[in-house]
């Protein structure tokens, strides 16, 4: 009796180990697929230099769509569509200006927030008065009627991972205006979130309380934040301040999708993806053009290798994402109403750098499963796998349906450097890195389609 029981647990350890084998061997071709033959690094030239900037509404979110649509397709999709959706349709309506009047003149680097609200045609003046947080703002609220606000909050320096740096700060620049606008403030000045070395402004959306008048509201970049601050503390002055910044009625757009279906559980559905809008200062390069051609690497990579996937999988270039949500509400109602069953979603949306951990917001079973992959997903360069990991587009999914969700993490030094920013183009952009990115999500998806949750 204790020699069959050996020899079953000896069975079952071969048979492991022959499926460990089997997916290494796997994902080593996929991989090599990936490294050797890649199209994700033409594709982002193509969405960056002849598309560029792609805000919900635009022309290039338009010719984007099409692009998406058509790539899909040649990416070996088996089925691919555009899932309609209604977005906003902000514009900057021109050039932003601001400078400042005191003992010495200077024209600042600054640019209008999205979705905020333009000066009119002769601007807005005031005296500029600093803060440091709200708290602060709240202490000198007396003092701020008729001001332009300056929030001077900096990106705190001791968080290495630097989306905690900007989770911190971004309330600013969500809020800030209207925080202003409550004490009767004119305009709104944020100092960029970022922690870069240039002076480069960064975008990015805010929002209105309906409570208080909607005022001018700009981001300014970090050198000239440093001035004004430095400026101010020797004495006043005033703001000049034009922006151009209006809503557009809402008009249509789409999701992207691509699908491998599933041969032997095709109701299971697997979605990866990023979002194809971008902010209109920029080219999008990292935010969120390399998530989306990472999508569509992995599909044309499982293709090209003749994998054929056991469950249905999704490849989405959401809409909308920067300024909205609305194309991943969009993916998340649709998918409740027709009661589809989404075991995973992951997302890549936090640039185009070297791959270094898999996050994951799954049950503890789930992710004790998980954690046996680690050894086969590490070498390519996410050697660490956390607790905790989605992304906003494939949020509502979760929070509709409780589907398991997953993040890519590359190295995020540099990600605030362009970040909503014009410096976020394609030369930004490393070949080797945005291809390992694909190669680890592909590893995964390969591994999550084939075992399950």
């Known amino acids: 009796m204790r020699t069959v029981s050996l020899l079953v647990i000896c069975s079952m350890v071969s048979l492991a180990s022959f499926s460990q084998i089997e997916d290494s061997l796997m994902i080593r071709k996929i991989a090599d697929e990936i490294l050797i ?43 691919a569509w555009l899932q309609e959706c209604i977005v906003p349709h902000w514009v900057r309506g021109g050039k932003d200006e601001a400078s400042f009047k005191g003992s010495t003149m200077k024209k600042l680097d600054v640019i209008a927030l999205g979705n905020s609200m333009g ?76 922690h870069s070395a240039d002076n480069n402004p960064h975008t990015g959306a805010m929002r209105y309380d309906s409570l208080y008048p909607k005022i001018p509201a700009v981001a300014i970049g970090l050198r000239d934040a440093d001035w004004l601050s430095e400026t101010l503390a020797k004495g006043k002055g005033t703001i000049q301040m034009k922006t151009n910044g209006k809503f557009l009625p809402d008009t249509i757009g789409h999701n992207v999708i691509g699908e491998l279906k599933g041969t032997e559980f095709p109701d299971e559905i697997i979605t990866i993806g990023g979002h194809l809008d971008s902010w209109d200062n ?43 949500l609305r194309g991943g509400n969009k993916y998340a109602d649709e998918a409740k109403a027709k009661n589809e069953k989404h075991i995973f979603a992951i997302e890549s949306d936090a640039g185009g750098f070297t791959p270094r951990s898999l996050g994951f917001t799954v049950s503890e079973e789930q992710f004790k499963k998980i954690l046996m992959w680690k050894e086969l997903i590490a070498p390519y360069g996410c050697s660490e796998f956390t607790k905790g990991g989605g992304g906003a587009d494939i949020g509502p999914l979760n929070r509709a349906l409780s589907t398991p969700t997953g993040s890519l993490n590359p190295d995020s030094q540099r990600y605030f450097d362009v970040h909503h920013a014009r410096s976020d183009v394609f030369e930004a952009v490393n070949k080797r890195e945005l291809e390992l990115g694909a190669v680890n999500m592909a590893a995964l998806i390969y591994l999550i389609d084939k075992y399950g949750l």
């Not at 968080?159 to 969500?174: E, H, P, S």
């Open 282 to 324: 920029c080219e999008g390069a990292h935010d969120d053009g390399a998530g989306c051609v990472q999508t569509i690497e992995v599909m044309r990579a499982l293709k090209a290798v003749g994998y054929k996937p056991k469950r249905t999988i999704r490849f989405v270039l959401f809409a909308n994402e920067e300024n909205g």
């Open 37 to 79: 033959n890649s199209k994700a690094y033409d594709n982002l030239r193509h969405l960056t230099k002849k598309i560029g900037g792609r805000l919900a509404g635009s022309q290039g979110m338009v010719k984007a769509e099409k692009w998406g649509y058509q790539i899909m397709q040649e990416s070996g999709a088996d089925k």
């Open 119 to 194: 000066s009119g045609p002769k601007g807005v003046s005031g005296e500029v008065i600093e803060v440091r947080s709200f708290d602060d703002l709240e202490a000198k609220k007396d003092l701020v009627k008729g001001k332009v606000v300056f929030y001077n909050y900096k990106f705190n320096p001791t968080f290495v991972r630097t989306f905690q740096a900007y989770g911190d700060a971004n309330k600013y620049r969500g809020q800030g205006a209207s925080m202003a606008a409550k004490y009767g403030a004119v305009a709104a000045m944020v100092r960029s979130m970022s």
